[in-house]
């Protein structure tokens, strides 16, 4: 295995900034105790906690890249997309992401007004506490009040039952253009990743080839192709696609919290060795 592929890099988490439960000091301990040599925080539409993320970095002796997730709307549905290595002090992007986190919270009224009219009152209140700020209010927080109440066991019994397309408390949003999200990374000296591309199974395969194919045009350069919601075949599936349209291979948990997250920080399998990590171009 080249020396690059063999780097345990975990780019794709999440702190008590955006929808995580840890702090991003302890994710930064979480991930060095796990053998994370390349860590990124990229918590969503958000970079509040990038110092902190990098300081802690820092004193752990762990490499760091400043990341994002970046809720875009594309073909009415909703995807994200991850910059890495980006100026988390850009003008530009802390705009851009201000403006993309204005709608949550409306959002979030509309969502608890549909779960009290299935019998589940309180739930934006609930949310709330968990979220802590009302610009950053997610799915995520309502999936916790709904455990916390017993109204379902897990998080993920809940996402099955709540919240998606078709059940109750589901309100669209419009978040950022695909474009938009790209030029915000790019302007701040950042690489674009179209993150968990396996989640995106209301796009149909013509849908999901315009996505790589308008991706790859304005500037996008990378695809997870090993990340906690893939399965061992998805990461072939993805790799493939990675070589097909030429994009660089990125590797991230997407953790969340130690109870919830399907793979903890750098417990991943490594990237193929004919794949190029994104990671090559920070090195």
């Not at 109870?259 to 490594?270: A, T």
Request: proline letters at 4%; one cysteine or more; glycine letters at 10%.
């Amino acid at each position: 295995m080249s020396s690059l592929s063999s780097i345990n890099a975990d780019l794709h988490c999440h702190s008590v900034v955006s929808d995580g439960t840890l702090t991003p000091e302890v994710l930064a301990e979480r991930a060095k105790a796990n053998g994370v040599n390349l860590w990124a925080l990229t918590d969503h539409d958000e970079l509040g906690g990038q110092q902190r993320a990098r300081d802690a970095a820092s004193a752990l002796n762990i490499d760091y890249l400043a990341g994002v997730e970046i809720s875009v709307t594309w073909m009415g549905q909703t995807i994200h997309i991850v910059g890495l290595g980006i100026d988390a002090e850009h003008l530009g992007i802390l705009e851009g992401l201000r403006r993309t986190r204005e709608g949550r919270g409306n959002r979030a009224q509309l969502m608890a007004e549909q779960l009290a009219k299935v019998g589940i009152p309180g739930a934006y209140e609930g949310a709330l506490l968990y979220a802590g700020n009302h610009q950053l209010i997610s799915r995520t927080h309502f999936a916790r009040f709904l455990v916390e109440q017993g109204v379902c066991r897990d998080t993920e019994h809940v996402f099955k039952n709540y919240l998606v397309e078709d059940k109750p408390g589901y309100v669209p949003h419009m978040w950022a253009t695909l474009d938009d999200a790209v030029a915000w990374i790019k302007a701040a000296g950042g690489v674009a990743v179209i993150a968990h591309p396996g989640r995106y199974s209301r796009l149909n395969a013509m849908q999901m080839d315009e996505l790589y194919k308008h991706f790859k045009d304005i500037g996008g350069l990378a695809i997870e192709v090993i990340t906690g919601s893939h399965s061992p075949d998805q990461y072939q599936t993805f790799g493939k696609i990675a070589q097909q349209y030429g994009f660089l291979a990125s590797r991230g948990s997407d953790f969340h919290d130690p109870n919830e997250s399907h793979i903890d920080l750098g417990n991943l399998p490594h990237l193929p060795d004919h794949l190029t990590p994104v990671w090559s171009v920070f090195h």
